[in-house]
Protein backbone atom coordinates (compact mmCIF):
# COMPACT_ATOMS: atom_id res chain seq x y z
CA UNK A 1 0.00 0.00 0.00
CA UNK A 2 1.44 3.61 -0.55
CA UNK A 3 0.81 5.95 1.55
CA UNK A 4 0.95 10.10 0.90
CA UNK A 5 3.37 11.68 3.09
CA UNK A 6 1.89 14.27 5.85
CA UNK A 7 2.77 17.92 4.09
CA UNK A 8 0.54 19.36 6.54
CA UNK A 9 0.24 19.31 10.50
CA UNK A 10 -3.58 19.94 12.29
CA UNK A 11 -4.33 23.41 13.01
CA UNK A 12 -6.00 24.58 16.49
CA UNK A 13 -8.64 27.36 15.51
CA UNK A 14 -10.18 29.62 17.92
CA UNK A 15 -13.84 30.59 16.08
CA UNK A 16 -15.86 33.52 17.44
CA UNK A 17 -19.47 33.01 17.92
CA UNK A 18 -19.88 36.82 16.60
CA UNK A 19 -17.30 35.87 13.48
CA UNK A 20 -13.79 35.40 13.11
CA UNK A 21 -11.03 32.90 13.33
CA UNK A 22 -8.48 33.05 15.25
CA UNK A 23 -5.69 31.36 12.98
CA UNK A 24 -7.20 32.72 9.45
CA UNK A 25 -5.30 32.60 5.88
CA UNK A 26 -7.55 34.75 4.68
CA UNK A 27 -9.65 37.66 5.45
CA UNK A 28 -11.86 39.76 3.27
CA UNK A 29 -14.84 42.56 3.29
CA UNK A 30 -17.53 43.46 0.77
CA UNK A 31 -18.86 46.89 0.74
CA UNK A 32 -22.36 48.40 -0.26
CA UNK A 33 -20.35 49.65 -3.39
CA UNK A 34 -19.51 46.25 -4.34
CA UNK A 35 -22.94 45.01 -3.98
CA UNK A 36 -24.10 46.65 -7.47
CA UNK A 37 -26.45 44.89 -9.36
CA UNK A 38 -26.87 42.36 -6.63
CA UNK A 39 -30.58 43.81 -5.35
CA UNK A 40 -32.73 43.93 -7.60
CA UNK A 41 -34.09 47.09 -6.85
CA UNK A 42 -31.24 49.63 -8.56
CA UNK A 43 -32.75 53.13 -7.38
CA UNK A 44 -33.00 51.95 -3.47
CA UNK A 45 -29.34 50.46 -3.99
CA UNK A 46 -28.53 54.02 -5.26
CA UNK A 47 -30.37 55.81 -2.36
CA UNK A 48 -28.56 53.61 -0.12
CA UNK A 49 -24.88 54.37 -1.24
CA UNK A 50 -25.88 58.18 -1.33
CA UNK A 51 -27.57 58.15 1.98
CA UNK A 52 -24.63 55.80 3.72
CA UNK A 53 -21.50 55.55 1.75
CA UNK A 54 -20.21 52.98 -0.79
CA UNK A 55 -17.71 52.23 1.92
CA UNK A 56 -20.08 50.86 4.55
CA UNK A 57 -19.56 46.78 5.51
CA UNK A 58 -22.23 44.30 4.06
CA UNK A 59 -20.34 41.19 4.97
CA UNK A 60 -17.22 39.68 5.92
CA UNK A 61 -15.06 36.30 5.50
CA UNK A 62 -12.53 34.92 7.39
CA UNK A 63 -11.29 31.57 5.93
CA UNK A 64 -8.23 28.91 6.44
CA UNK A 65 -6.55 26.40 4.58
CA UNK A 66 -3.77 24.66 4.44
CA UNK A 67 -2.76 23.39 1.23
CA UNK A 68 -5.28 23.92 -2.30
CA UNK A 69 -6.29 20.49 -4.03
CA UNK A 70 -8.35 17.72 -3.59
CA UNK A 71 -8.87 16.07 -0.35
CA UNK A 72 -8.33 19.31 1.71
CA UNK A 73 -10.87 21.27 3.60
CA UNK A 74 -11.35 25.12 3.43
CA UNK A 75 -13.62 26.52 6.93
CA UNK A 76 -14.34 29.74 7.40
CA UNK A 77 -16.86 32.15 9.14
CA UNK A 78 -19.42 34.60 7.09
CA UNK A 79 -20.73 36.99 9.25
CA UNK A 80 -23.53 38.98 7.75
CA UNK A 81 -24.62 42.42 8.32
CA UNK A 82 -28.49 43.15 8.91
CA UNK A 83 -30.30 45.27 6.51
CA UNK A 84 -32.42 45.87 3.55
CA UNK A 85 -32.42 47.59 0.11
CA UNK A 86 -35.73 48.49 -1.11
CA UNK A 87 -37.82 45.24 0.64
CA UNK A 88 -34.97 43.12 -0.21
CA UNK A 89 -33.08 41.44 3.03
CA UNK A 90 -29.37 41.54 3.02
CA UNK A 91 -27.97 38.72 0.91
CA UNK A 92 -24.23 37.63 0.25
CA UNK A 93 -23.38 37.87 -3.72
CA UNK A 94 -23.72 34.34 -4.23
CA UNK A 95 -22.52 31.64 -6.04
CA UNK A 96 -22.16 28.06 -7.38
CA UNK A 97 -18.91 26.18 -6.76
CA UNK A 98 -16.79 26.00 -10.22
CA UNK A 99 -16.42 22.49 -9.75
CA UNK A 100 -20.49 22.09 -9.57
CA UNK A 101 -20.70 18.83 -7.84
CA UNK A 102 -18.86 20.10 -4.56
CA UNK A 103 -21.12 20.75 -1.41
CA UNK A 104 -20.88 22.98 1.68
CA UNK A 105 -21.82 22.61 5.36
CA UNK A 106 -23.15 26.12 6.95
CA UNK A 107 -23.99 26.02 10.41
CA UNK A 108 -25.67 29.03 12.13
CA UNK A 109 -23.53 30.10 15.30
CA UNK A 110 -25.32 33.52 15.67
CA UNK A 111 -28.14 35.22 14.12
CA UNK A 112 -31.28 34.60 12.39
CA UNK A 113 -30.74 33.71 8.54
CA UNK A 114 -32.05 31.90 5.15
CA UNK A 115 -30.16 29.69 3.14
CA UNK A 116 -31.26 30.46 -0.30
CA UNK A 117 -30.31 27.84 -3.14
CA UNK A 118 -31.58 27.26 -6.40
CA UNK A 119 -30.30 24.39 -9.10
CA UNK A 120 -29.91 25.10 -12.88
CA UNK A 121 -32.84 23.21 -13.58
CA UNK A 122 -34.93 25.36 -11.20
CA UNK A 123 -35.25 23.50 -8.17
CA UNK A 124 -35.64 26.16 -5.43
CA UNK A 125 -34.99 25.89 -1.38
CA UNK A 126 -35.03 28.23 1.53
CA UNK A 127 -33.70 26.69 4.82
CA UNK A 128 -34.58 28.89 7.66
CA UNK A 129 -30.91 28.87 10.19
CA UNK A 130 -30.77 30.04 13.92
CA UNK A 131 -28.03 28.73 16.53
CA UNK A 132 -27.37 25.28 16.21
CA UNK A 133 -29.12 24.57 12.88
CA UNK A 134 -27.19 23.51 9.84
CA UNK A 135 -27.79 23.30 5.50
CA UNK A 136 -25.96 21.02 4.27
CA UNK A 137 -25.91 22.43 0.73
CA UNK A 138 -25.24 19.27 -1.72
CA UNK A 139 -23.17 20.16 -5.12
CA UNK A 140 -24.78 21.62 -8.37
CA UNK A 141 -27.08 24.13 -6.17
CA UNK A 142 -26.51 27.64 -6.15
CA UNK A 143 -26.35 29.30 -2.72
CA UNK A 144 -26.71 32.64 -1.34
CA UNK A 145 -26.97 33.68 2.83
CA UNK A 146 -29.61 36.00 3.32
CA UNK A 147 -30.15 38.17 6.94
CA UNK A 148 -33.77 38.34 7.66
CA UNK A 149 -32.93 38.96 11.25
CA UNK A 150 -31.96 42.42 13.48
CA UNK A 151 -28.42 41.06 14.59
CA UNK A 152 -25.48 39.77 12.35
CA UNK A 153 -25.90 36.05 10.95
CA UNK A 154 -22.83 34.53 11.52
CA UNK A 155 -22.21 30.59 9.92
CA UNK A 156 -19.30 28.67 10.34
CA UNK A 157 -18.51 27.17 6.38
CA UNK A 158 -16.79 23.98 5.16
CA UNK A 159 -16.19 22.71 1.48
CA UNK A 160 -13.74 21.56 -0.61
CA UNK A 161 -10.46 23.29 -1.46
CA UNK A 162 -10.89 22.70 -5.16
CA UNK A 163 -14.54 23.95 -5.18
CA UNK A 164 -13.93 27.48 -6.32
CA UNK A 165 -16.36 29.45 -6.63
CA UNK A 166 -19.01 31.41 -9.63
CA UNK A 167 -20.14 34.36 -8.85
CA UNK A 168 -21.41 35.27 -12.55
CA UNK A 169 -23.82 32.67 -12.45
CA UNK A 170 -26.42 34.32 -10.58
CA UNK A 171 -25.62 38.08 -12.55
CA UNK A 172 -25.56 36.10 -15.61
CA UNK A 173 -29.47 35.01 -15.36
CA UNK A 174 -30.61 38.57 -13.99
CA UNK A 175 -30.81 37.41 -10.15
CA UNK A 176 -31.99 34.54 -8.80
CA UNK A 177 -35.38 32.89 -9.34
CA UNK A 178 -36.86 34.09 -6.06
CA UNK A 179 -36.27 37.49 -3.86
CA UNK A 180 -36.28 37.34 -0.25
CA UNK A 181 -38.60 40.21 1.38
CA UNK A 182 -40.17 41.79 3.65
CA UNK A 183 -43.57 39.72 4.47
CA UNK A 184 -44.96 41.09 7.79
CA UNK A 185 -42.72 40.45 10.80
CA UNK A 186 -41.13 37.81 9.03
CA UNK A 187 -39.93 36.82 5.16
CA UNK A 188 -41.07 35.63 1.52
CA UNK A 189 -39.58 34.04 -0.82
CA UNK A 190 -41.16 35.87 -4.14
CA UNK A 191 -40.44 35.51 -7.72
CA UNK A 192 -38.33 37.16 -9.28
CA UNK A 193 -39.80 39.12 -13.08
CA UNK A 194 -36.18 39.35 -13.70
CA UNK A 195 -34.71 36.15 -13.88
CA UNK A 196 -33.89 35.01 -17.62
CA UNK A 197 -32.54 31.15 -16.38
CA UNK A 198 -29.51 29.72 -15.75
CA UNK A 199 -26.52 29.19 -17.84
CA UNK A 200 -24.67 25.59 -17.79
CA UNK A 201 -22.19 25.28 -14.59
CA UNK A 202 -18.67 25.82 -15.71
CA UNK A 203 -17.27 22.44 -15.02
Known sequence: MHIDP????PVLLEIAREGGIEGRSRHYEKLLGDMQGVYRDGDAWNAAVAERGE???VYWVDDHRYQEG???LIVGTSTLLPGRIGNEFAVTRGHIHAVSDRAELYFCMSGRG???METL???TSAIELTPGRAVN???????RSVNVGD?????????AADAGQDYGVIADAGGMKHNIVVDGDGWAAVPNPDHRGYRGPTA
Open 6 to 9: IVDT
Open 121 to 123: DGQ
Open 137 to 143: VPGHWIH
Open 151 to 159: EPFVTLFCY
Open 70 to 72: AGA
Open 55 to 57: DEL
Open 114 to 116: VMQ
